[in-house]
Protein backbone atom coordinates (compact mmCIF):
# COMPACT_ATOMS: atom_id res chain seq x y z
CA UNK A 1 0.00 0.00 0.00
CA UNK A 2 1.54 3.56 -0.54
CA UNK A 3 -0.43 7.06 0.35
CA UNK A 4 0.54 9.45 -1.94
CA UNK A 5 0.38 13.64 -1.01
CA UNK A 6 1.15 16.59 -3.02
CA UNK A 7 1.71 19.77 -2.50
CA UNK A 8 3.26 23.30 -4.73
CA UNK A 9 0.08 24.16 -6.71
CA UNK A 10 -1.43 27.34 -6.65
CA UNK A 11 -1.86 30.58 -8.81
CA UNK A 12 0.45 31.68 -10.83
CA UNK A 13 0.87 34.17 -13.68
CA UNK A 14 1.74 32.56 -17.38
CA UNK A 15 5.49 32.70 -17.78
CA UNK A 16 6.06 31.75 -14.59
CA UNK A 17 7.10 28.63 -12.36
CA UNK A 18 5.89 25.74 -9.57
CA UNK A 19 7.17 22.68 -8.30
CA UNK A 20 5.13 20.15 -7.30
CA UNK A 21 5.68 17.68 -4.78
CA UNK A 22 4.45 14.10 -4.33
CA UNK A 23 5.84 12.50 -0.90
CA UNK A 24 4.78 8.60 0.08
CA UNK A 25 4.27 6.50 2.52
CA UNK A 26 4.61 2.89 2.57
CA UNK A 27 7.40 0.84 2.09
CA UNK A 28 9.28 0.40 -0.90
CA UNK A 29 9.39 3.40 -3.04
CA UNK A 30 11.98 2.48 -5.14
CA UNK A 31 9.96 -0.30 -6.44
CA UNK A 32 7.38 1.88 -7.71
CA UNK A 33 6.98 3.82 -11.12
CA UNK A 34 6.04 7.11 -10.60
CA UNK A 35 3.77 9.26 -12.76
CA UNK A 36 1.73 12.89 -13.06
CA UNK A 37 -1.66 13.67 -14.48
CA UNK A 38 -3.72 16.24 -14.92
CA UNK A 39 -7.10 16.86 -15.42
CA UNK A 40 -8.64 20.48 -16.39
CA UNK A 41 -12.25 20.88 -15.91
CA UNK A 42 -14.67 18.97 -18.65
CA UNK A 43 -11.66 16.98 -19.57
CA UNK A 44 -10.00 13.52 -19.30
CA UNK A 45 -7.30 12.89 -16.91
CA UNK A 46 -3.79 13.13 -18.90
CA UNK A 47 -0.22 11.92 -18.86
CA UNK A 48 1.77 14.89 -17.85
CA UNK A 49 5.21 13.15 -17.20
CA UNK A 50 6.10 9.69 -15.96
CA UNK A 51 9.48 8.29 -14.22
CA UNK A 52 10.42 4.99 -13.98
CA UNK A 53 11.73 3.25 -10.23
CA UNK A 54 15.45 3.99 -10.97
CA UNK A 55 15.20 7.32 -12.43
CA UNK A 56 16.82 6.80 -15.74
CA UNK A 57 13.45 6.92 -17.77
CA UNK A 58 10.93 9.45 -18.15
CA UNK A 59 8.51 10.35 -19.91
CA UNK A 60 7.03 13.62 -21.42
CA UNK A 61 3.50 14.93 -22.59
CA UNK A 62 4.36 16.40 -26.51
CA UNK A 63 2.71 19.59 -24.60
CA UNK A 64 4.84 19.80 -21.93
CA UNK A 65 8.85 18.62 -23.43
CA UNK A 66 11.05 21.50 -22.69
CA UNK A 67 9.21 23.21 -19.88
CA UNK A 68 8.25 20.56 -17.33
CA UNK A 69 10.75 18.32 -15.61
CA UNK A 70 10.21 15.57 -13.42
CA UNK A 71 12.49 14.06 -11.34
CA UNK A 72 12.86 11.38 -7.83
CA UNK A 73 14.61 10.80 -4.75
CA UNK A 74 14.13 7.68 -3.52
CA UNK A 75 16.32 8.87 -0.66
CA UNK A 76 13.01 11.07 0.44
CA UNK A 77 10.26 8.94 -1.11
CA UNK A 78 9.65 12.24 -3.24
CA UNK A 79 8.75 12.73 -6.77
CA UNK A 80 8.91 16.32 -8.01
CA UNK A 81 7.63 18.16 -10.88
CA UNK A 82 9.19 21.18 -11.86
CA UNK A 83 6.89 23.51 -14.01
CA UNK A 84 8.54 26.26 -16.21
CA UNK A 85 6.93 28.40 -18.76
CA UNK A 86 3.39 28.07 -17.83
CA UNK A 87 0.99 28.81 -20.25
CA UNK A 88 -2.92 29.04 -19.26
CA UNK A 89 -4.05 26.01 -20.95
CA UNK A 90 -1.62 24.27 -17.99
CA UNK A 91 -4.36 25.08 -15.59
CA UNK A 92 -5.65 21.64 -14.20
CA UNK A 93 -5.29 19.54 -10.87
CA UNK A 94 -2.39 18.07 -11.13
CA UNK A 95 -1.94 14.47 -9.27
CA UNK A 96 0.71 12.03 -8.67
CA UNK A 97 0.25 8.40 -9.04
CA UNK A 98 2.02 5.53 -8.60
CA UNK A 99 2.53 2.25 -10.25
CA UNK A 100 4.32 -1.02 -9.16
CA UNK A 101 7.38 -2.25 -11.50
CA UNK A 102 10.27 -1.10 -13.21
CA UNK A 103 8.90 0.47 -16.76
CA UNK A 104 6.87 3.90 -17.56
CA UNK A 105 3.14 4.18 -17.58
CA UNK A 106 1.19 6.48 -19.52
CA UNK A 107 -2.35 5.91 -19.14
CA UNK A 108 -4.48 6.60 -15.76
CA UNK A 109 -6.18 3.07 -15.80
CA UNK A 110 -2.43 1.64 -15.42
CA UNK A 111 -1.96 3.22 -12.19
CA UNK A 112 -2.29 1.59 -8.85
CA UNK A 113 -2.40 4.39 -6.42
CA UNK A 114 -3.33 7.84 -6.22
CA UNK A 115 -2.76 11.43 -4.71
CA UNK A 116 -5.96 13.86 -4.20
CA UNK A 117 -4.64 16.17 -6.55
CA UNK A 118 -3.32 19.74 -6.03
CA UNK A 119 -4.84 22.58 -7.97
CA UNK A 120 -2.58 24.55 -10.38
CA UNK A 121 -3.79 28.04 -11.75
CA UNK A 122 -2.55 29.43 -14.59
CA UNK A 123 -3.58 33.35 -15.14
CA UNK A 124 -3.07 35.51 -18.28
Known amino acids: QVQLVESGGGLVQAGGSLRLSCAAS????????MGWFRQAPGKEREIVAA????????DYADSVKGRFTISRDNAKSTVYLQMNSLKPEDTAVYYC?????????????????WGKGTLVTVSS
Open 97 to 113: AARKGPGIERTPGGMDY
Open 26 to 33: GRAFVTYG
Open 51 to 58: ISWSGGNT
